[in-house]
């Protein structure tokens, strides 16, 4: 019997499993990829990260890094398995009964850190879209950008963070936004216009074309209607991720979940933190999920020992 699973490990996870250590709690980390980090490192390991407390600025892949391995300085360490996801949770007495891809768990408490879940990318949505292997939906390594001409689709920071970092080795460097007004930061906005990004507003792409070896695509301006081809190397498309559905039986709230006091949800010892939890007044970053999931590690500590004098700090 484990005191608590852990579900997902993202940053949120990972952290959690570091403070459940810390706290002397047995249980163990489940992960559906096979990597630790989440999106943070199979979609943006080279993004930079620069709100989070104690670093100036810190890639993706870096910050994970330093969340791993201060999880891997714990002796008493919760186990993380990669590749297992969870089909499904059932209330047996004061216990769940989780069932896995490859097994089955029980344990006292739950805690859901999956973010977006599952996830694939959005497409443009064209036709012949798949059938250009220069159109990317995520990169691991700029330097494939170096020299080259490339178009990065999208308004928010995702798209903006992708902008700022191939300009430097790109020749040029292109971002078309769909609306007048960028959804990332304002910071990083004004800093694309300082390093020479090419800021392309209030424009659709309407088809995707080969000319003489060099691809295009061609643009509308949705104020005037006129076209405009735009050629390129490579074409990164940051429109966002569609999450899949998930198997947890707990009350949602537009495809996120619910959560109430000490971040539990609608079923009692089973929480959700990050992303993937729903309350008013939520903000989605790391440094909240980091603070939702120490609140709900003491509170584990507390149901799990009842009579125990918890420190509130290590």
Known sequence: MEDIIIIGCGPIGLYGA????LHKLKGIVLES??????QLTSLYPEKDIIDVPGFKSIKAKDYIKSLYEQYSSNENKLPIHLNE?????KKCD?????T???TNYQT??????????????RLIGLENEKEFSNILYSCNDVSIFKNKDVVVLGGGDSAIDFSLLIKPQSNNTTIIHRRNDFRGQESSVDKMKEIGVNIIKNHNVVSLNKENDKTYITI??????ENKKIYFDYLLVQYGQIPSKDNFPV???????????????SLENIFACGNIASYQGKVKNITTGLGEISLIITRIDQIINPNKNIPIHF
């Open 94 to 98: 004061d216990y769940y009964i989780v």
């Open 85 to 89: 996801s969870v089909v499904d949770i």
């Open 18 to 21: 570091t403070l459940s250590a």
């Open 108 to 121: 006292k408490c739950i805690v859901i850190t999956t973010g977006m879940g599952m996830f694939s990318p």
């Open 251 to 265: 009350e949602k709230e537009n495809n996120l979940i619910k959560v109430y006091s000490y971040y539990q949800t």
């Open 220 to 225: 509308i301006d949705n104020e005037t209607k």
């Open 100 to 102: 896995t891809s490859k």
């Open 33 to 38: 990829l096979d990597q630790v980090g989440g």
